[in-house]
Nanobody
Framework: QVQLVESGGGLVQPGGSLRLTCAAS????????MGWFRQATGMEREFLAA????????GYAHSVKERFTVSRDNTENTVYLQLNNLTPEYTDTYYC?????????????????WGQGTQVTVSS
């Protein structure tokens, strides 16, 4: 069982940055690949970024590749998502998720554990 808690969301002006944090409560954090997704009300959850259990591999959705950066600290059981140069289209609820290590998936169906989400609002 893995419990995930996201934080770091909030209101930011266009062009601004945020760093989202996902804290995992598990003794075996390094057994999991971690992913970030976003979801707007009434829409499907959308993949943003993923990072392998070791941090040595990562992948991004094409739409955020030059804008977001995923990282992790296995000593702190934490994964991060740095959001830069935000625009209002990135206003969403952001979720982190954990999948057993193996293929670094972009498919939400492969992620077993989910956090409750953190809201990001980009507005002037």
């Amino acid at each position: 069982q893995v419990q995930l808690v996201e934080s770091g969301g909030g209101l930011v002006q266009p062009g601004g940055s945020l760093r989202l944090t996902c804290a995992a409560s598990t003794r075996t954090f390094s057994d999991y690949n971690m992913g970030w997704f976003r979801q707007a009300t009434g829409m499907e959850r959308e993949f943003l970024a993923a990072i392998s259990w070791s941090g040595g591999s990562y992948g991004y959705a094409h739409s955020v590749k030059e804008r977001f950066t995923v990282s992790r600290d296995n000593t702190e059981n934490t994964v991060y998502l740095q959001l830069n140069n935000l625009t209002p289209e990135y206003t969403d609820t952001y979720y982190c998720a954990a999948a057993m290590k193996g293929f670094l998936s972009h498919d939400l169906q492969d992620y077993r554990y989910w956090g409750q989400g953190t809201q990001v609002t980009v507005s002037s």
